[in-house]
């Protein structure tokens, strides 16, 4: 069963670095893209980026390009998103999925709450 | 500004009929395939329907999709009251190079 656990919820002040992660198990991990997608509060779904864990080829929409990092950690089974400087603005919770072809999103985490507050 | 636009909110009554629209354009929907997802209060989203109109094991049969050109449509035929949660709409949008949502369509059974 292939599945996706998230790390746990985060409150941390404007200015702070932050990573957040997502364990894969269930599936070849290096075969598959991991997809990260925000939801603000009370918003919708936005598509932030992937990443191809095979060799760490990763693309960002526009509006996250610059703001966010996507890696991955192979030998963990682990994909990441980073902040070096959070804002209020990233407040939200951060689903990471997998990623098949024709863009298709079959298999997500539960999720992870951040917090960005003075 | 969502890549993809659906209506804000659909309801009807148990058992009726609703459909969610989904319009996109050149870019994204007409060369490529569309997803739904279902995201229940609190919950994290759940795919519906793939590559247009195939649904996932487990998916049942009163859920079911279809595109023309640059619009799509999820149809939820017996409406339940667990039925009720936001259904987005998902693509790929070649000159953003990148995924698009819809904003998202609240369902309400009345």
């Known amino acids: 069963e292939v599945q996706l656990v998230q790390s746990g919820a985060e409150v941390k002040k404007p200015g702070e670095s932050l990573k957040i992660s997502c364990l894969a198990s269930?599936?070849?991990?290096?075969?598959?893209?991991i997809a990260w997608v925000r939801q603000m509060p009370g918003k919708g779904l936005e598509w932030m980026g992937f990443?191809?864990?095979?060799?760490?080829?990763?693309r960002y929409s526009p509006s996250f390009q610059g703001q966010v990092t996507i890696s991955v950690d192979n030998s963990i089974s682990t994909a990441y998103l980073q902040w070096s400087s959070l804002k209020a603005s990233d407040t939200a919770i951060y689903y990471c999925?997998?990623?098949?072809?024709?863009?298709?999103?079959?298999?997500w985490g539960q999720g992870t709450l951040v917090i960005v507050s003075s | 500004q969502s890549v993809l636009t659906q209506p804000p909110s659909v309801s009807a009554a148990p058992g009726q009929k609703v459909t969610i629209s989904c319009s996109g354009s050149?870019?994204?929907?007409?060369?490529?395939?569309i997803s739904w997802y279902q995201q229940l209060p609190g919950t994290a989203p759940k795919l519906l329907i793939y590559?247009?109109?195939k649904r996932p094991s487990g998916i049942p049969d009163r859920f079911s999709g279809s595109k023309s050109g640059t619009s799509a449509t999820l149809d939820i035929t017996g409406l339940q009251t667990g039925d009720e949660a936001d259904y987005y709409c998902?693509?790929?949008?070649?000159?953003?190079?990148?995924?698009?949502f819809g904003g998202g369509t609240k369902v309400t059974v009345l």
């Open positions: 269930g599936y070849n991990f290096t075969n598959y893209w």
């Open positions: 050149s870019s994204n929907m007409r060369s490529n395939f």
């Open positions: 998902a693509t790929w949008d070649r000159s953003l190079s990148a995924g698009g």
């Open positions: 990443i191809y864990p095979g060799d760490s080829d990763s």
């Open positions: 590559d247009n109109k």
């Open positions: 999925a997998r990623l098949l072809p024709d863009w298709v999103l079959p298999n």
